[in-house]
């Protein structure tokens, strides 16, 4: 009697693709995380950086440089999550992003509880980079031909 072993038909080639209701609500979570951080996040630290400077609590104080360099990457980062080839790297550097974001919250600005939000976010981007996961190795095997 021969018993079926899912991992021995499993091959070294293959890749991990969600299924259709998993792949619509990663789409979903992609294009709207994507837009907020165009739009609500980075985009504000491109077009009125002094003004967020100036609001900024005193014990919140980052160089304008630092403050449009973390806009760039934030604006990087939603266009990267709604191109499919890009979604798994952007989602991952997001992720990265939003973990260093709740530290500063929590450890430089002194307000732990706002830490949530985005460590919320990079458990979210996570998640996504781990479901695209096929993209980065379908990315690196289009590279290297």
Request: charged share 0%; aromatic share 0%; glycine share 10%.
């Given at each position: 009697m021969t018993t079926a072993n899912p991992a021995a038909n499993f091959s070294a080639n293959a890749t991990y693709r969600p299924g259709k209701v998993r792949n619509r609500v990663l789409w979903t979570l992609?294009?709207?995380l994507g837009l907020f951080f165009i739009i609500a996040s980075g985009g504000p630290k491109l077009v009125i950086p002094n003004t967020l400077m100036e609001n900024a609590p005193e014990?919140?104080?980052?160089?304008?440089?630092l403050l449009i360099f973390i806009g760039v990457v934030e604006v990087a980062g939603g266009i990267g999550l709604m191109v499919p080839r890009l979604s798994a790297l952007a989602a991952a550097g997001l992720s990265v992003l939003t973990v260093l974001a709740a530290a500063t919250q929590a450890f430089i600005a002194d307000k732990p509880a706002m830490a949530i939000f985005p460590l919320v976010l990079a458990a979210i981007f996570a998640w996504i980079a781990y479901e695209r996961r096929a993209t980065i190795t379908d990315l690196r095997n289009s590279l290297a031909r």
């Open positions: 992609q294009i709207l014990n919140l104080t980052i160089p304008l440089g």
